[in-house]
């Protein structure tokens, strides 16, 4: 009697240890197992589906640019039709293996780089709110803080018309898959308008010396003052940019609403 009631009390003191989770169960472990790992793969997926998104304009912007005896006399839409008519659906998909090579760590870095960001200026600087969201996308990317702005004002105001349970994590809110496609094409349409009139004077400094007045563009500073003086905003500065919305919008609401999804399929929520 006296030897089942110490077995008795030792069992209670000393429990049995739990059985593991399977993989993919969602516990504690196995969501810190490979996060970064995770992380990596969630960002270059989404990277990798923008970019096959808007892979045809791509490859006709390249034709155009290359002045191709095939298409120069084409503009983007008649270009868009005739590629498939001479070389096959597959030829608005030309070189996007390769593309998919480079964009696949560069997209995975810009993700990770981002949710980093916000955590170190969180924990470390005691920062939260729109500024810490500023700044990390200040340092990963122009949309990130666009788009994660567009995401928290959403879910603070309409979070049952918005947002749903995450899958991964029912406690976690996320946009809902519509919503998370027209935030990112908004936040990309804005940082594309912001952003433009550098982009357009990085490319207009990196011709050099095949431009004749290259002896004025030698600064930034010169560029932008010479291209607002001699061809002003709309046909200067932000020429070209209906083209770049075409692409850039529908490339960041597909990159945005891949990551959303990846990191609850990765269990990163």
């Not at 992380?39 to 989404?46: C, K, M, N, P, W």
């Not at 892979?55 to 912007?61: E, H, I, N, Q, S």
């Not at 696949?104 to 981002?114: D, L, R, S, V």
Request: proline share 5%; with cysteine; glycine share 10%.
């Amino acid at each position: 009697m006296a030897a089942a009631t110490a077995a008795a009390a030792l069992a209670a003191a000393d429990p049995p240890p739990a059985m593991p989770q399977a993989a993919g169960a969602g516990g504690p472990t196995t969501r810190r197992d490979f996060y970064w790992l995770r992380s990596f793969l969630a960002g270059g997926i989404a990277g990798c589906c923008a970019k096959t998104t808007v892979a045809p304009l791509d490859r006709v912007k390249v034709l155009l640019q290359a002045h191709n005896h095939h298409y120069k006399h084409l503009g983007v839409f008649s270009a868009l039709r005739a590629v498939p008519q001479k070389e096959g659906f597959l030829g608005l998909y030309k070189g996007n293996g390769a593309m998919m090579i480079r964009i696949f760590p560069y997209g995975a870095i810009q993700f990770m780089a981002f949710e980093h960001y916000k955590t170190l200026i969180t924990t470390k600087l005691g920062i939260s709110g729109h500024v810490h969201r500023l700044m990390a996308g200040s340092m990963a990317g122009v949309s990130f803080f666009t788009f994660g702005t567009l995401k928290s004002v959403g879910l603070s105001h309409a979070p049952t018309l918005l947002g749903r349970p995450s899958s991964d994590n029912p406690n976690v809110l996320v946009l809902k898959t519509h919503v998370n496609l027209l935030c990112g094409g908004v936040a990309g349409a804005i940082a594309q308008t912001i952003s433009y009139p550098f982009d357009v004077t990085r490319r207009r400094m990196q011709l050099g010396t095949v431009l004749p007045e290259f002896e004025k563009c030698l600064t930034m500073r010169d560029t932008m003052k010479y291209v607002y003086g001699h061809h002003g905003i709309r046909k200067g500065l932000y020429r070209g940019l209906s083209l770049n919305y075409i692409r850039c919008i529908p490339s960041q609401a597909v990159a945005f609403t891949t990551y959303e999804l990846m990191k609850q399929f990765f269990h990163l929520n």
